[in-house]
C-alpha cells in the first residue's frame, strides 16, 4: 500500500512524501500506521527508524521489522514479515496430593488482522487420584487494542467454574470444597504515551464474582464462605520495553489497587494494592540480567479466596499453589538469560526467587523467607505470536521438593 503527498518547499529527502509497506498479508495497514512516530509530510528525524521498529515488534505480531530513511523522493519503506497468531494450547498438571488437571487454551493474538486478542479455555480437574470429585472451567476474554485507533483499549472477561478447591489453614491441607463461580470483567486502559504500549497508561474497570462453597471433607474453614464480590479497579503502569523477539531490555512497573465495598453490591469489604516493577538489562552478545520486584497487601474482610497465593510458574518458584498464601507479600527475582550463542532462539536460564510472606494467614513452610532457585530454558519460535515456550526446574528450600513448570513466555 502507498501513501503520497505532493510537497516542493522543503527538501526531498527531509520530507516524507510516500509510505511503502511491504509484506503483510492478515494485518490491515492502519495497525502499521498508527504505530509510527511520524506520518506525510513530516519532517524526517534520526531516532524515527529506530523507535518505529521498536513499536511495530512490541505489537508482537511481526517477527521482523525493518524502516528505511526517505529516498531521494522522499519514500519510506517499511518491510515486515508476520508472525503466525493462533495458538491452540493443551496443558496438564498434578500436585503432591494426586489432585490433577487438563486443560486446553485457544488464543488468537491477530483477529480481524487489528491485532486484537481472543482467548478461550476449557479446564477438566479432579480430586485426588482421579476421585469422583471432577470439575470444569470456561474462560474467555477479549481484548481490543487501540479503540477507533486511538489510545483507548478495552479488555472484556468472564468465566463459569465448578471445581474442587482446596482450604490451607495455615499452608498444610486442611479441607476440600466443591467450588462454583461466575466472574465477569471489564477492563479500560488509556495510553497517556503517544501509543498505548509505550510510556504511561491509566486503568480503570470494574470485575464481579459469585461464589458458592460445599464442604466435601475435612474441617470447615470460617474464611471459605459464599460471597458476592463487587470490584473497582484503578492503577498507573509505565512500560519502556525493547522486544528482541528471543530477549528483552528497558524497564515496567505497575501499581493497581482493588475496591471492594458493600456500597456497591459486594457481600465484603475489602481493598488490596498491588505494585510490580521489573527490568531488563542487557550484558552482552544478547545475555541479560533481569529483575523484578512484586509487592502487595490486603486489608478489610480477609476471605480465603481473595488471599495473595505466590506460589507458582510466575512467582516464587520451587512452591505450589497453597504453599505460599498470605494477606501480604513482598518477593524479588533475580534471573540471567544466556543464549547458547549470539542470536540464538534458544537461552538457558538461571534464576532466584525470594520472598517475606506475612499477615493474618501465613503458612509455617516459610515462618521467615521463601526461597527458591533453579534453572530453565527458553525456546522461542519466532514465527509464532507470543511463541517463546519456557522450562524451569525450581527446589523449594521450605517445601524441600524441587517443581518442575511448562508453560509460555518469559517469566517477566
Same mark, same amino acid.
Given at each position: ?113 487489528? =491485532?486484537?486478542? +481472543?482467548? %478461550?479455555?476449557? !479446564? ?6 482421579? &476421585?469422583?470429585?471432577?470439575?470444569? *472451567? ?115 512497573? =505497575?501499581?493497581? +489497587?482493588? %475496591?471492594?465495598? !458493600? ?6 469489604? &475489602?481493598?488490596?494494592?498491588?505494585? *510490580? ?136
Amino acid at each position: 500500500m502507498i501513501f503520497s503527498l505532493c510537497q516542493s518547499t522543503i527538501a526531498a529527502d527531509m520530507v516524507v512524501k510516500k509510505i511503502v509497506i511491504d509484506g503483510l498479508k492478515r494485518t490491515e495497514q492502519e495497525v502499521v500506521i498508527r504505530e509510527l512516530p511520524f506520518s506525510l509530510n513530516s519532517i524526517w528525524q534520526a531516532d524515527f527508524r529506530k523507535n518505529s521498529e521498536r513499536r511495530l515488534r512490541s505489537t508482537g505480531i511481526f517477527s521482523e521489522v525493518h524502516v528505511s530513511a526517505p529516498d531521494k523522493q522522499g519514500q519510506v519503506t517499511i518491510y515486515l514479515k508476520e508472525r503466525w497468531s493462533l495458538w491452540l494450547l493443551p496443558q496438564a498438571s498434578r500436585k503432591d496430593n494426586g489432585a490433577t488437571s487438563a486443560s486446553a487454551v485457544l488464543d488468537e493474538y491477530n483477529l480481524w488482522g487489528l =491485532n486484537h486478542h +481472543i482467548r %478461550l479455555a476449557y !479446564k477438566q480437574s479432579t480430586g485426588k487420584n482421579f &476421585s469422583s470429585h471432577s470439575g470444569y *472451567s470456561y474462560d474467555g476474554s477479549y481484548d481490543w487494542r487501540r479503540v477507533a485507533d486511538s489510545k483507548l483499549s478495552i479488555s472484556i472477561g468472564g468465566s463459569h467454574n465448578a471445581l474442587p478447591y482446596e482450604a490451607f489453614s495455615p499452608g498444610i491441607q486442611s479441607s476440600s470444597y466443591w467450588k462454583r463461580s461466575k466472574s465477569g470483567s471489564l477492563i479500560f486502559s488509556y495510553g497517556l504515551g503517544d501509543v498505548p504500549s509505550e510510556g504511561w497508561t491509566t486503568i480503570a474497570g470494574l470485575t464481579g464474582s459469585n461464589t458458592q462453597y460445599h464442604l466435601l471433607s475435612g474441617t470447615a474453614q470460617s474464611d471459605v464462605i459464599g460471597s458476592r464480590i463487587r470490584t473497582i479497579l484503578l492503577g498507573i503502569s509505565y512500560s519502556k520495553i525493547n522486544d528482541h523477539l528471543t530477549w528483552l531490555t528497558g524497564k515496567a512497573f =505497575n501499581y493497581t +489497587i482493588a %475496591l471492594s465495598n !458493600k456500597h456497591i453490591g459486594s457481600t465484603v469489604n &475489602s481493598y488490596s494494592h498491588t505494585a *510490580s516493577w521489573h527490568s531488563h538489562r542487557e550484558l552482552s552478545g544478547d545475555n541479560t540480567l533481569n529483575l523484578r520486584l512484586n509487592g502487595g497487601f490486603l486489608i478489610g474482610d480477609r476471605q480465603h479466596a481473595a488471599l495473595f497465593d505466590i506460589g507458582n510458574r510466575d512467582g516464587i518458584r520451587g512452591y505450589y499453589p497453597g504453599d505460599l498464601q498470605a494477606s501480604q507479600y513482598l518477593y524479588g527475582t533475580i534471573e540471567g538469560r544466556f543464549p547458547i550463542q549470539r542470536g540464538s532462539n534458544f537461552q538457558l536460564v538461571a534464576f532466584s526467587d525470594l520472598g517475606k510472606i506475612s499477615g493474618t494467614t501465613g503458612t509455617p513452610l516459610a515462618p521467615g523467607l521463601a526461597i527458591g532457585v533453579g534453572t530453565g530454558f527458553r525456546w522461542t519460535l519466532r514465527w509464532l505470536v507470543n511463541g517463546t515456550i519456557r522450562g524451569d526446574v525450581a527446589y523449594g528450600f521450605a517445601a524441600k521438593r524441587w517443581r518442575f513448570y511448562i508453560g509460555s513466555g518469559q517469566t517477566f
